[in-house]
């Protein structure tokens, strides 16, 4: 007995693209799609069971829709499809297994990756970035991450993805992470190239470096999201990062993880939630080199700050510092080695400015702008907040001559984050916009070139 057609959706572009009869012919046009993947080996029974419910890959939906694309002669989103839905589901769970992370993140990375202008309507969910912090901390460690597939991973696939992933953060301190388009094309790298690697044969050493790699560019399109202002996919795509790490046994890269979720805390203003997350990083990590512990303790020194522990703060703000004065060169991950003496003053200014303490901050202003020419996002926002600073003391003088610096280096960087600091000094300058000097200044802060 022949089962009823459950996807009217995936039926309707077979009938529209002419393949209603030619269920056979669909799927060869698709194999062809997907050569890049590997051999696939689709037929008309395929087929068949796609329409009664069946639900293929995501990076096999992609090769779908471009399929249709081809024939329509239209764009065809995956969630015309009938395979998923239009809308990422509001839940930032820890994964309870590499096969549920693996899936989440197929899920994750299909949706922005097809839809340029999606946007999560998910929010920061405190109870959930707990909970994934005691996860990865406690949890037991995957025995294995070894396994079968179609595509089979070498050491050099692995290289490639690493790669890449310094280009895409470079990329990301250059012009920031506002774009949407930017994360869709990087989330179609991932989709495209690096779900079929998961799902593909490795041995158990080469699926944790796989893992790891694939948890850098989860956790890197979670830092571009979150600097978008897109904090629900930031945190599932870090809560993701999270459990790829754990199945990479890299604790000191899911404790920099776990300390980019505390920053997205710090950011949306849940100090408490931060400081927690801030101290299980530093206990995951452990006997840490001097890079990684700087890093850690800078970033628990931003939660005392906003929560206004003025000693725990100073505390940890001089833990990181003998951290610096610590670092070996070549010592430390490749991947802390943006952490500079630049990045700890810009967070020290900002966390003794939380306090109160403006004329102890701004001794860190010198230092937090001595940047790498390709960190523009960072030198927005450093500059930003230095005037700020500036501003909240009184030195309106010297406020207005950081402000229109800050002019010449915003308009680089497409940032919600650099956005939100421009607003914060037109907010601190507003009661002075009579004197002459301010009042340009906020005419041109106001101006689209300096917002975007």
């Known amino acids: 007995m022949v089962r009823p057609i459950t996807n009217a959706a995936f039926e309707a572009l077979l009938h529209a693209a002419d393949y209603s009869n030619a269920h056979g012919a669909f799927a060869r ?62 839940n930032a769970a820890y994964p309870t297994s590499i096969s549920h992370a693996i899936n989440a993140a197929e899920q ?47 050491a050099a696939d692995i290289e490639s993805l690493n790669v890449l992933a310094d280009h895409f953060i470079d990329l990301d301190r250059r012009q920031g992470g506002g774009s ?57 795509h870090l809560t993701i990062a999270l459990r790829l790490a754990k199945a990479a046994d890299d604790h000191l890269y899911g404790a920099h993880l776990l300390a980019n979720l505390a920053t997205q805390a710090v950011y949306l203003g849940h100090a408490l939630d931060a400081a927690r997350l801030a101290e299980a990083a530093i206990d995951g990590a452990g006997r840490a080199p001097a890079a990684v512990r700087a890093r850690l303790y800078t970033t628990a020194a931003s939660a005392y700050g906003r929560s206004g522990e003025r000693r725990a703060c100073q505390t940890a703000l001089t833990k990181a510092q003998r951290a610096i004065d610590r670092t070996i060169p070549g010592a430390s991950p490749h991947w802390v080695n943006y952490f500079s003496p630049a990045h700890f003053a810009g967070t020290a200014l900002k966390c003794l400015s939380d306090l109160g303490l403006h004329r102890q901050a701004l001794r860190h202003a010198p230092d937090a702008i ?65 004197v002459p000097e301010v009042n340009e200044l906020l005419h041109t802060l106001a101006t689209p070139s300096a917002q975007e």
């Open 29 to 90: 046009q698709l194999n062809h799609a997907g050569r890049v993947h590997g051999t696939w080996r689709y037929d008309a029974a395929s087929v068949y069971w796609w329409l009664r419910g069946r639900r293929p890959a995501g990076y096999v939906q992609a090769a779908m829709a471009e399929t249709f694309a081809r024939k329509l002669g239209r764009p065809v989103a995956v969630s015309e499809l009938g395979f998923t839905t239009t809308q990422i589901t509001a």
């Open 370 to 434: 001595a940047l790498a020419s390709n960190n523009a996002r960072t030198r927005a926002l450093h500059t930003a907040l230095i005037a700020t600073t500036h501003a909240r003391d009184g030195d309106i003088g010297a406020a207005c001559v950081w402000g229109r610096e800050l002019t010449q280096h915003v308009p680089e960087v497409c940032s919600a984050r650099v956005s939100r600091r421009v607003r914060e000094l037109t907010a601190a300058l507003g009661p002075h916009q009579a």
């Open 108 to 154: 994750l990375w299909t949706m922005l990756a097809r839809q340029i202008e999606f946007r999560s309507d998910a929010t920061y969910q405190g109870d959930a970035a707990l909970q994934a912090a005691l996860s990865w901390r406690y949890d037991l460690a995957d025995q294995a991450v070894s396994h079968n597939g179609r595509q089979h991973v070498t």
């Open 180 to 236: 949407p388009r930017t994360r869709a094309l990087i989330a179609d790298f991932l989709v495209r190239q690096v779900v079929p690697m998961l799902h593909g044969t490795y041995t158990d050493g080469i699926g944790r470096d796989l893992m790891r790699a694939a948890a850098r560019l989860s956790g890197q399109l979670a830092f571009m999201s979150y600097d978008a202002g897109d904090h629900g996919t930031a945190q599932y």
